[in-house]
C-alpha cells in the first residue's frame, strides 16, 4: 500500500505538475525534474487533450511513481502490515455474580431489623416528649386561663361595687336636694 493510499489523497497525474513531486525527489524516489510549469500551463494543455509542451519529463516521473506505486520498482519503504480488525465486542450477558453465603444474607436482614427497631423506639420516644411538651403547655396555658378568669371577674365585682356606690350617692344627692 502506497504513502498516498495510507492517508487517503489521490494523486491526479493529469493536472500535476513536476514541481508537486519534488517530496519525492527528497526521498531518492525520482530524479530530480526540469523547471515547473505554471499552473495555467498545465490546465490548459490538459484540457487540449494533451500534456504541455515539454511534458515529457512529467510523464517519465509519473510512469516511474507508477512502477513503483505498482510494486514494479525499489520504493525503499517495507510495506504497511494490512490494516488490523477491532477487537471483538464484550460478551452482552452480564456474568452471573458471586453467591453471596446465606449467613451473610441472614446477618444482612437481622442488622435491618435492629436498626428498624431502633429508628421505630426513637420515633416513639419523639412522639411521646412532643406529646409530653404539648401537654405540659396545655396545662400552662390552663393555669393562666384560670388566673385571667379570676382577674376578670374580680375587675367585674370591683366596677359593679363603684357602681353601685354611685348609685347610692347618687340617691344620697338627690334626697339632700330634695330635704334642702
Do not use: F, H
Not at 487517503?8 to 525520482?30: F, H, I, M, Q, T
Not at 516511474?64 to 502490515?81: F, H, K, N, T, V
Not at 452471573?96 to 421505630?120: E, F, I, M
Not at 375587675?155 to 354611685?166: A, G, H, M
Request: proline residues 12%; charged residues 25%; contains cysteine.
Amino acid at each position: 500500500m502506497s504513502l498516498l493510499a495510507t492517508l487517503g489523497l489521490e494523486l491526479d497525474r493529469a493536472l500535476l505538475p513536476a514541481s508537486g513531486l519534488g517530496w519525492l525527489v527528497d526521498y531518492g524516489k525520482l530524479p530530480l525534474a526540469p523547471a515547473p510549469l505554471a499552473p495555467y500551463e498545465v490546465l490548459g494543455g490538459a484540457l487540449e487533450g494533451g500534456l504541455p509542451g515539454g511534458g515529457e519529463p512529467l510523464a517519465d516521473l509519473l510512469a516511474i511513481y507508477c512502477r513503483s506505486e505498482a510494486g514494479q520498482g525499489d520504493s525503499g519503504l517495507a510495506p504497511l502490515p494490512p490494516p488490523q480488525q477491532p477487537p471483538p465486542p464484550p460478551p452482552t450477558s452480564r456474568p452471573v455474580p458471586y453467591p453471596v453465603p446465606a449467613t451473610t444474607r441472614g446477618d444482612r436482614k437481622q442488622k435491618k431489623r435492629d436498626q428498624n427497631k431502633s429508628a421505630a423506639l426513637r420515633y416513639r420516644q419523639r412522639k411521646r416528649a412532643e406529646g409530653e411538651a404539648l401537654e405540659g403547655e396545655c396545662q400552662g396555658l390552663e393555669a393562666r386561663n384560670r388566673e385571667l378568669r379570676e382577674r376578670a371577674e374580680s375587675v367585674e365585682r370591683e366596677i359593679q361595687y363603684v357602681k353601685d356606690l354611685l348609685i347610692e350617692v347618687y340617691k344620697a344627692r338627690s334626697q339632700r336636694t330634695r330635704s334642702s
